[in-house]
Nanobody, 130 residues
């Protein structure tokens, strides 16, 4: 059964940290770039970060650069998103998604075309509030 399952969300104070996980099963994880997206109430889904199939290439949205770090462990079929210095504007449901990229790279428009991703998780809520 093909799945992406996010975990690690929760309530955190501004300036705090969370680590999200995205566990994959049922498909050839090693052949997919994995993206993290988020969607806040009343807003469009936006790309947060993306990592290539090997983990050697990654990109971030400007809004999270220097605060978030993406990584992956292909032996565990898992991608992580370490989020530090969290701000109230980071509050959203966070989703991971898999993109069958024909090579070990991240597409230049990785965050702009959510419809290109083949599989999606159910999302995990992140709330940053005092």
């Amino acid at each position: 059964q093909l799945q992406l399952v996010e975990s690690g969300g929760g309530l955190v104070q501004p300036g705090g940290s969370l680590r999200l996980s995205c566990a994959a099963s049922g498909f050839s994880f090693d052949y997919y770039a994995i993206g993290w997206f988020r969607q806040a109430p009343g807003k469009e889904r936006e790309g947060v970060s993306c990592i290539s199939s090997s983990g050697g290439t990654y990109n971030y949205a400007d809004s999270v650069k220097g605060r978030f770090t993406i990584s992956r462990d292909n032996a565990k079929n898992t991608v992580y998103l370490q989020m530090n210095s969290l701000k109230p504007e980071d509050t959203a449901v966070y989703y991971c998604a898999a993109d069958r990229v024909p090579g070990d790279y991240v597409r230049p428009d990785w965050g702009a075309v959510p419809g290109r991703y083949d599989y999606w998780g159910q999302g995990t809520q992140v709330t940053v509030s005092s």
